[in-house]
C-alpha cells in the first residue's frame, strides 16, 4: 500500500532534488538527528540501539571461542550480519538473507575490520587453538533509509563496550563473569551518499534510496585514512564527485565520532 | 460523556442503538477500537482512533496509479483492495503515480471498490491524513474545507481514503492547518479555532 | 472471580522469590504504543529483562493469492528471536521452537479479532525479540495485541498474556529464567480475553497435580488481569499525546497549546483512567 505512495513521491523527490531540496526540508550534505543508546540487552556482550531521524537500528555483540584460521593462527576475528526485518517496513520480506542485507553487512564489516581498529592478535587465547570471534548481529527496527551509517555505527558501540567473557578450565564460557574489554585503536564512521536527480545527497531516506541513481559509502577515521568504500546501484559519479563526497566523510566522521566517543 | 476507550471495553450500559465501531455481547455495548465514546444522541459509536479507509458507495476518493495494463489501471486507494479502471472509462492515458480524483460507484462483498467519474489531476501535491479523521477536515456543510480554501487560496479536493489533494496557494500554511485538524479532530468549535489561527496570520480579514 | 479467588494460595507474608519477589508478584513492566512509524501499529515491551518490539501491518491484500480466504482475514504472526538476545548467541535461521511459537501467536490473536471484515487480507504481526529472560512469548503477545489496537483493528477484546506456573515447591506467577531452571519447574504461559476470562494461548511443560493446575491457572487469570490494566493505560497514553490540546473553545495559537495543553492533558488523562477503572470496579460488584 505505502509503495504506491512512495512511486509518487519519488518523482517529487527527483525533482526537488535537481534544485537541491529535499522533501524533509534538510540541505543536501545535512545528516539527520543521530541518537544512541547503549546497554540494553543484559545477555550480549554490547549493545547498542541508534536513531537516524526515523531509521532505528538494533545490534549486539556475542564473544564466542572457536578455533583460528590455518592461515592466521594466532588471531580471532569478527563476523558482522545485518537483517533487515519484515518488522521495520512494509516493503521487507522474511526469508534468508537477501543480497542487500549481505552488501550491508559486508560493507559495515569491512568499514571496520580494514580499518584495523580492533588487534585481532589480542583475540587469541592459545596459538592455532583457540580464539575470540566477536559476532555481531544488527537489525533495522524502523527503516526510513541509510541502514549502513546507522548500522556501522551501533556495530562500533558495541565493539566499544566490548566485554570479554572468562573461561572456566575446560574452555567453556563463565556467564556473567569477564577478564577485560576489547581494545578499539580507531572510530572508524562509516558515511553514505546517493545520487538523486544530479545532486548528492548525505544520509538519504528511503525514498531518496529508491529515487537514487547511485550510492557512494566511505569509513573513515580520526587520524586521516580511508578504510573502505563502496560504489553501488546502477549509476556512476564523477571522479571529482567521489573527493566531494570523501571530503565531507570526514567531517561528518569527526561530528559522530565527538558524539560517540563520550560514552 | 466522551471517554477513551480500548478494545472490548464497555461504551455504554444503556439501551441504545448500535453506532459504528461497537458490538454486542451479553446486552452490554463494547467497543471494537481505540477511539472516543459518542453517546450522546440515540446511538452508541465509538470514533476511532485510528484505522484503515473501508470504502463506502459515493464518497470522493484520491487514487494513485499504481498498474498499468492492457484493459485499464489498477488505482491504489490507500485501503486493502486495488481498484480497477477500465480504459473505456477514461478520456487520458495514465501512467504509474499519476493522481486521479474519482467516486465510489460500488463496494461489493469483498469491499472492493467499483470508481465513476475518474478524472487525472495535473501537478499539485498530496496531504496524506488518518482517514478516520477527514470528516473534521471538511466540517458541517463543507465550512471547514471553504475556510482552508479561502484561508491558504489553494484548490483542495478532500478524499474520504485519507488523501488532500492542493495546489496552488500556501501549501505549506495547509499542511500545518492539516496536521492541527488531525491532531485536535475531537475538540468542538475546531472551525472558530481555525478562522482564529487564520485571522492570526493575517490570511483573513 | 469470587469463586475462583478462593484457590489463589495463601502465602506466607515474609516469604520471598530468588529476586525478592512476592510470589504472586509480576516482574515490572512497561508498555510504549507506536514506536515503529511505518508500521500500522506497533508497541515496544519491557518485562523484567525481556524486551521486544511488535509491529503489525494491514490489513493488507494477502500473497501469495492462494493464501486468501474470501470469508476472513488471516492473522499471521512470525516470532524471532535476535542473535543476541540469549546467553548462547542464536542461529539467525528460523528454528523450530520460532516457528511453533509463531503458530500459537498467530491463533490466539485470531480470536481477538473481527477478521470476517477483510476478506481476502492478511493481517502480519512481527516480533522481535532483543533481550530475554525466562517468558519472551507472553511479552510478544502482550505487545502484539497492543499493536493491533494502536492499528485500528477491530477487536473483540485486547489479549492479557502472563507466564505462571511452579519452582522450588511454589505456585508463581510469571516465572524468571533461574526458576524456568528449578528441577521442578512448571512453565505455563497463558493468554486471556480479559473481559470474558476465555483462554486464547496455553502452553505447559513440566509435571503439576490437578490442585496445584487449579491454583495455576487462578493465579495466572488474576495476572493477566494485571498486565491488562498496565496495556490499556498505555494505550489511552498514546490516545492522550496523538491529541495534543484539552480545552475546547479557545482559539489560541498551535505553539502555546503544545506547551500549556499537554501538562493538563497528562493530568486530566491520568484522572479519566483512574474515573474509569473505579467505574468498572463498581459494574463488576
Not at chain 3, 14 to 32: A, F
Request: glycine content about 8%; some cysteine.
Amino acid at each position: 500500500m505505502r509503495s504506491t505512495i512512495l512511486e509518487y513521491e519519488i518523482s517529487k523527490v527527483v525533482e526537488m532534488a535537481k534544485e537541491g531540496k529535499r522533501l524533509d526540508g534538510r540541505k543536501a550534505d545535512e545528516m539527520r538527528k543521530l541518537t544512541i543508546e547503549t546497554g540494553f540487552a543484559g545477555n550480549a556482550e554490547g549493545s547498542a540501539r541508534v536513531r537516524l531521524g526515523e531509521t532505528e537500528v538494533v545490534a549486539g555483540l556475542k564473544m564466542l571461542t572457536g578455533v583460528p584460521y590455518p592461515d592466521s593462527p594466532n588471531e580471532g576475528s569478527i563476523s558482522i550480519g545485518a537483517e533487515l526485518l519484515p518488522l521495520a517496513n512494509p516493503d521487507y520480506e522474511s526469508g534468508p538473507p537477501s543480497m542487500v542485507e549481505v552488501e550491508i553487512g559486508r560493507v559495515v564489516d569491512r568499514g571496520i575490520r580494514e580499518s584495523k581498529a580492533i588487534d585481532f592478535s589480542k583475540l587469541c587465547i592459545r596459538e592455532g587453538e583457540l580464539s575470540w570471534i566477536g559476532f555481531i548481529d544488527f537489525y533495522a527496527i524502523n527503516s526510513d533509509g541509510n541502514i549502513f551509517d546507522a548500522g556501522a555505527i551501533a556495530a562500533l558501540l558495541c565493539f566499544m563496550q566490548g566485554k570479554i567473557p572468562k573461561l572456566d578450565e575446560k574452555d567453556k564460557i563463565i556467564k556473567g563473569e569477564f577478564t577485560g574489554k576489547l581494545e578499539l585503536k580507531r572510530l572508524p564512521i562509516l558515511t553514505t551518499f546517493v545520487k538523486v536527480g544530479g545532486t548528492i545527497l548525505l544520509d538519504p531516506t528511503y525514498i531518496e534510496e529508491k529515487a537514487a541513481e547511485a550510492r557512494f559509502s566511505v569509513s573513515t577515521t580520526e587520524d586521516g585514512f580511508m578504510a573502505a568504500m563502496q560504489k553501488g546501484i546502477g549509476g556512476s559519479f564523477k571522479a571529482g564527485e567521489i573527493d566531494e563526497m570523501i571530503e565531507k566523510a570526514f567531517e561528518v566522521g569527526k561530528g559522530v565520532r565527538a558524539k560517540i566517543s563520550k560514552l | 460523556m466522551k471517554e477513551v476507550v480500548v478494545p472490548g471495553q464497555i461504551v455504554s450500559e444503556d439501551r441504545k442503538k448500535l453506532g459504528s465501531n461497537v458490538y454486542v455481547a451479553n446486552g452490554r455495548i463494547y467497543s471494537k477500537v481505540l477511539g472516543i465514546t459518542d453517546t450522546e444522541g440515540e446511538y452508541a459509536n465509538v470514533v476511532p482512533l485510528n484505522g484503515l479507509y473501508m470504502p463506502v458507495q459515493d464518497d470522493a476518493v484520491i487514487g494513485i496509479v499504481s498498474r498499468v495494463v492492457f484493459a485499464g489501471f489498477g488505482i491504489d486507494m490507500n485501503s486493502f483492495a486495488t481498484s480497477f479502471i477500465p480504459k473505456s472509462a477514461m478520456r487520458e492515458e495514465l501512467r504509474v503515480g499519476d493522481v486521479i480524483s474519482a467516486k465510489v460507484s460500488y463496494v461489493n462483498e469483498l469491499r472492493e471498490a467499483d470508481l465513476d467519474f475518474a478524472r487525472k489531476m495535473q501537478g499539485g501535491e498530496i496531504i496524506e491524513v488518518t482517514p478516520v479523521r477527514v470528516p473534521r477536515l471538511i466540517g458541517k456543510n463543507a465550512s471547514m474545507l471553504e475556510l482552508l480554501k479561502s484561508g491558504t487560496g489553494a484548490n483542495i479536493i478532500i478524499g474520504k481514503n485519507g488523501r488532500v489533494w492542493a495546489r496552488d496557494g500556501d501549501i505549506g500554511l495547509l499542511k500545518e492547518l492539516v496536521s492541527f485538524i488531525e491532531a485536535n479532530s475531537y475538540k468542538s468549535h475546531l472551525t472558530s479555532t481555525i478562522e482564529e489561527m487564520l485571522k492570526k496570520k493575517k490570511k483573513l480579514k | 472471580m469470587s469463586k475462583k479467588g478462593e484457590e489463589i494460595p495463601d502465602y506466607k507474608k515474609d516469604k520471598k522469590r530468588v529476586d525478592g519477589r512476592k510470589m504472586d508478584e509480576l516482574r515490572p513492566l512497561s508498555i510504549k504504543v507506536g514506536v515503529i512509524p511505518n508500521a500500522n501499529g506497533s508497541a515496544y515491551v519491557e518485562w523484567g529483562q525481556n524486551k521486544v518490539y511488535a509491529t503489525v501491518y494491514g490489513p493488507r491484500e494477502a500473497l501469495p493469492k492462494h493464501t486468501q480466504n474470501p470469508f476472513k482475514a488471516v492473522v499471521k504472526a512470525t516470532y524471532r528471536m535476535a542473535a543476541f538476545s540469549v546467553p548462547d548467541r542464536k542461529n539467525p535461521r528460523p528454528n523450530r521452537r520460532d516457528q511453533e511459537i509463531s503458530k500459537v501467536l498467530s491463533e490466539a490473536l485470531e480470536k481477538s479479532v473481527f477478521v470476517e471484515q477483510f476478506p481476502n487480507t492478511e493481517i502480519s504481526v512481527f516480533v522481535e525479540v532483543i533481550d530475554s529472560n525466562a517468558g519472551s512469548r507472553v511479552a510478544c503477545l502482550v505487545a502484539a495485541s497492543v499493536a493491533m489496537a494502536d492499528a485500528g483493528i477491530p477487536m473483540r477484546d485486547l489479549i492479557s498474556a502472563t507466564g505462571v506456573g511452579k519452582a522450588f515447591n511454589e505456585i508463581i506467577l510469571d516465572l524468571n529464567k533461574e526458576e524456568e531452571d528449578a528441577p521442578d519447574a512448571v512453565d505455563v504461559p497463558l493468554g486471556i480475553l480479559p473481559n470474558s476470562d476465555e483462554i486464547v494461548l496455553l502452553q505447559m511443560d513440566g509435571l503439576l497435580t490437578k490442585e496445584e493446575w487449579k491454583k495455576v491457572i487462578a493465579l495466572g487469570i488474576k495476572g493477566c488481569k494485571q498486565v491488562y490494566e498496565i496495556q490499556k493505560n498505555a494505550l489511552k497514553e498514546k490516545f492522550e499525546l496523538g491529541n495534543v490540546s484539552e480545552s475546547d473553545d479557545s482559539g489560541n495559537a498551535l505553539e502555546k497549546k503544545k506547551e500549556t495543553g499537554k501538562k493538563m492533558k497528562e493530568e486530566k488523562g491520568k484522572e479519566k483512567i483512574k474515573e474509569r477503572s473505579e467505574k468498572e470496579k463498581k459494574v463488576k460488584k
